[in-house]
């Protein structure tokens, strides 16, 4: 059953006060697809209480062309869904309407920068097929949804030198940082930081876990795995 996180209710604060969990284990999050019509099994993440603290605007300079695209996708995406979907290549997505934390990513770098991580991740992929996760017990790329799995992109990044050192100094990250967190049973997540901060200079983050894209400040509230930066575009 999903699993509502209760958030302290502040009126200078915008974002909902639940935040429905509906993450399955066969979903793209990094466990392996199963054909979309399988009914899908749940993994209830553990219930957390959030303070809700003032928004403020950044500045200029601290915008990043990558959360202001991921933040376009805020009242587009309405849900999460994680069913294997066949795309066409490249640049192949589902309907705005819908996705998962990994779409949030993918859109934002292809309306930002024009980097299409389906062909990036499956080009690189196949020329080093071993240096991926084998999670999924597959012998060859899978265009569809390769792309579409937090440890994957993972380890693209990676093996692109976009890795940063993982702290809790909130200035550390940057809007348009990309990280990696453990949500619920082990389930891998992904997040885009955003342009927006609280009162305290944490940052928020862009993300769908489970509701449709959000901003919402949970960039310490889950266990983080991975901290990636690209390079500004050429």
């Not at 993994?43 to 957390?48: N, S, V």
């Not at 300079?61 to 994680?82: M, N």
């Not at 809790?168 to 927006?196: F, Q, W």
């Not at 949970?218 to 575009?233: A, C, K, N, S, V």
């Amino acid at each position: 059953m999903p699993v509502r996180l209760r958030l302290m209710s502040n009126p200078r604060y915008t974002f909902s006060r639940t935040l429905v969990f509906s993450v399955s284990v066969v979903c793209l999050l990094g466990c392996r697809p199963s054909p979309p019509t399988q009914a899908l099994a749940t993994a209830e993440p553990t219930p957390t209480t959030i303070n809700a603290l003032p928004v403020v605007a950044a500045s200029p300079t601290q915008t990043s062309a990558i959360a202001t695209a991921a933040s376009t996708q805020i009242g587009k995406t309405l849900s999460y869904d994680p069913a294997y979907v066949g795309l066409s290549y490249p640049g192949g997505d589902i309907p705005i309407s819908k996705g998962v934390c990994t779409d949030v990513v993918i859109r934002a770098l292809r309306d930002a920068h024009q980097l299409d991580l389906q062909k990036l991740v499956h080009e690189d992929m196949k020329a080093a097929f071993s240096k991926y996760p084998a999670n999924w017990g597959l012998k060859r790329p899978d265009k569809n949804i390769d792309h579409r799995r937090v440890p994957n992109l993972q380890r693209y990044f990676e093996r692109q030198n976009f890795s940063l050192p993982i702290t809790r100094k909130k200035e550390d990250y940057l809007p348009g940082d990309i990280v990696t967190c453990t949500v619920g049973r082990n389930l891998a997540h992904i997040m885009v930081v955003s342009n927006t901060q609280s009162a305290n200079g944490t940052r928020l983050v862009i993300h769908n876990i489970g509701s449709g894209t959000k901003e919402e400040p949970h960039l310490f509230t889950f266990p983080i795995t991975g901290h990636y930066r690209l390079p500004p575009p050429q």
